[in-house]
């Protein structure tokens, strides 16, 4: 790969010399563009667009807004996320953060009752839930820099899967169904809520259309993004707060902005890792943890012992996320000490290979710097012939969102306030407990787990974009792919298709170890495993799967996608 530091004759000319030979090639070489996508309409709109001479960030505005309504379960323009963009020709990744924002109008306590206990249903399914939205002024700033085709062009896929209907897959309309009864149980208590059912319904093979969502993106398309945060559709949103009891008010809308950020860097036996920076916690969990294992030797893949290794360091890099992790404009996260190898080897010196740490004599590591104070998600990776990549994952937090649609513009309400700590010490939807790093305050970002994550071989060049859904799974479940394509030498779709596992550190209930493993029979330990960490005094928690990984690979000219077969998706090369 070219970076800045060499000559621009070197960087035309050495590609060429090794092309055919397995070493690094000009971005320009690459054999073909790919789109891996969580679902397959959406992939199928990337595609078209890298067909059509559109660059991979044209490509992913355009699935971004495709996923929003073929997607809406884990993706919408009513909820956020982050996005990592490599530029070949710079030698960059940087990383934007179109994250939700607490509106002007939250405050620390206001998820807890008059006993002082969290409420956890005020922050995920009422109007209180949601955080002011960030996809659509995210998708214009990476447009505004990088974007090769028109806004508008972009957003018309998506304007005609809303209008014409897009066939809902099997995944999704068992989905729908689920989901469909839960809100209806949950709007009892939430009466102001619009029936989630009137917009999302329909089984496997049908075409749902959302003509107000049709509407929405129109406005957007041909008035532009800053229609959705000042125009009629702010206007609706506020709406829709006003009946429900929400927060979000016009001028939240207006002052909502994303946030250009330094990626985070690390390096495992050489390859470089590039990740996402807080307000996301992912990026430097992911370091920490491969900081703690990279001294220790490569056990035997799914062995009682490897699992052992990984369960240990991912309770001590949990504890430290609960601690010290939040939005940096709020929080001193002390960063550079946790991502810093001697921190991670001083870390991991109590781990003992033949021993379990109980979860509960465990504490964040001291640092240097002491800081004062089952839902969704959508994960797509795109390549383009030119080695422009992007790694994006987007949330609306738990499924649905709140399930809160904003009425007359089609679309749900992210459930992202509960990432935030709404108590010290009490966990959130996905188990993981904060402290005042993350307790809530206007305009502060929630901590997240996404991951999306960009690995560069030993001699420099591109080699995985990935990522996944999965609150704090998404940090194991990249850490393992990785692991399976790096240490494990697996292709990528074998390193996609491997069994995972999980451990997050605060035990639900007390006394046990729990490792969350898959029961999907195509992705279940051998049992001999599980006798022996059972035997270590691991328990088990046992989910359906871990994740869904959308990644794609680059070795030498060749591109190859991979859509996770634990769910739905897709893979389109132009
Ligand atoms: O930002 C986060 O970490 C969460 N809101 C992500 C939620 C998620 O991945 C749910 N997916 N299955």
Redesign the pocket.
């Known amino acids: 790969m070219c970076r800045r530091m060499f000559v621009a004759a070197v960087c035309l000319i050495l590609p060429f010399a090794l092309a055919g030979m397995g070493g690094p090639v000009a971005a320009s070489t690459l054999e073909r563009g790919a789109v891996a996508a969580p679902e397959s309409q959406a992939a199928e709109v990337g595609g078209s667009i890298l067909s059509r001479g559109g660059n991979a960030v044209d490509a992913a505005v355009a699935v971004q807004f495709a996923i929003a309504v073929t997607n809406a379960i ?1 993706a919408g323009i009513g909820g956020g996320g982050f996005m990592l963009i490599h530029e070949p020709a710079a030698g960059e990744v940087v990383a934007l953060d179109y994250r939700e924002t607490a509106p002007a109008g939250a405050h620390r306590d206001m998820f807890l009752d008059q006993h002082g206990d969290v409420d956890a249903e005020l922050s995920i399914h009422s109007a209180l839930a949601s955080g002011v939205p960030g996809t659509v002024r995210g998708m214009a700033a990476v447009h505004k820099q990088y974007g090769s085709l028109p806004w508008a062009e972009l957003i018309q896929p998506a304007i005609d899967l809303a209008e014409n209907g897009f066939e809902i897959d099997p995944w999704t309309a068992g989905k729908i169904l689920e989901y469909g009864d839960k809100f209806a149980l949950i709007s009892e208590r939430f009466r102001e809520q619009v029936e989630f059912k009137l917009y999302f319904n329909g089984g496997a093979g049908d075409r749902m259309k959302i003509p107000d969502l049709a509407g929405t993106l129109r406005r957007i398309a041909e008035q532009g993004p800053e229609e959705f945060y000042t125009g009629e559709t702010a206007e609706m949103i506020v709406a829709e707060m006003q009946r429900g009891g929400g927060l979000i008010t016009a001028d939240d809308l207006a002052a909502y902005r994303p946030k250009w950020r330094d990626p985070i860097e690390g390096y495992y036996r050489g390859y470089r890792i590039v990740s996402m920076p807080p307000p ?1 916690s992912g990026g430097v969990i992911l370091i920490e943890f491969m900081n703690m294992l990279e001294p220790f030797e490569r056990l035997a893949l799914h062995s009682p012992q490897q699992i052992h290794l990984i369960a240990e360091a991912a309770k001590r890099v949990f504890a430290d996320r609960s601690e010290y992790l939040g939005d940096p404009a709020f929080a001193d996260v002390p960063v550079d000490v946790l991502t810093a190898k001697d921190y991670a080897r001083a870390r991991a010196s109590d781990i003992d290979l033949a021993r379990r740490t109980d979860p509960a004599t465990l504490k964040a590591g001291d640092l240097p710097v002491r800081v004062d104070s ?4 959508t994960h797509f990776s795109i390549v383009d012939r030119n080695g422009l990549a992007v790694s994006n994952t987007t ?1 609306m ?2 499924g649905y969102g709140s399930g809160l649609v904003v009425d007359g513009a089609g679309f749900l309400l992210n459930s ?1 306030m509960n ?1 935030f700590s709404a108590k010290p010490g009490v966990p959130n939807v ?1 188990g993981v407990t904060g402290s005042a790093a993350n307790e809530i305050a206007p305009g502060k970002r ?5 991951t999306p994550t960009m690995v560069f071989g030993p001699g420099g060049h591109l080699e995985l974009v990935l990522g996944s ?4 799974t ?1 940090i194991t479940t990249v850490l393992e792919v990785i692991l399976h394509a790096t240490d494990y030498d697996r292709s990528l779709a074998e390193a996609v298709d491997l069994p995972r596992f999980h451990h997050q550190w605060p035990p639900a209930v007390t006394g046990t170890d729990p490792i969350a493993i898959e029961t999907d029979e195509r992705y279940t330990l051998a049992p001999e495993t599980i006798a022996a960490l059972s035997e270590l005094g691991y328990t088990f928690d046992k989910v359906e799967s871990l994740g ?1 990984v959308q990644a794609v690979e680059i070795d030498g000219r060749r591109v190859t996608g991979v859509y996770d077969r634990r769910r739905t998706g897709g893979v389109v090369y132009d």
């Open positions: 884990g996301s089952d839902g969704q998600t949330t937090n738990t992202q990432d996905y929630p901590l997240s787990s996404m859904p999965g609150g704090p998404i869904d």
